[in-house]
């Protein structure tokens, strides 16, 4: 038989995720100077652009995935259901959809920072 996914457990992985998000992080209410004494400096994080390509190459992989369920349910195999396909493509979708968005403003944001004078 195959294995379908419940639309209530996906909907409530949505709302966590969502929560998640919405939620702010808690602070903490007192900074002990006992805690500070190891920190020397502030870590080297990825920039801009290394950020960027991860979100790329992670929208790339979605896309891939979805094309690779599709062909499986195409060529009839049994343990992949029409649900999983879909929301693959879904995932997909969405995730190329917000990728552009980035884009669109950063394209903006750059344009606004030409046409101001120095």
Known sequence: MIERTDISQVL???????????????????????????????EKTGGFGEMLTSAIGKVNETQQAASKLATAYEQGDPTVDITRVMIAAQKSSVSFQALTQVRNKVVQAYEEVMKMSI
């Open 12 to 42: 409530a992985e949505m709302r966590t995720l969502r929560a998640q998000i919405q939620k702010p992080s808690a602070l903490p209410q007192e900074v002990n100077p006992q805690a500070l004494k190891g920190v020397t400096g502030t």
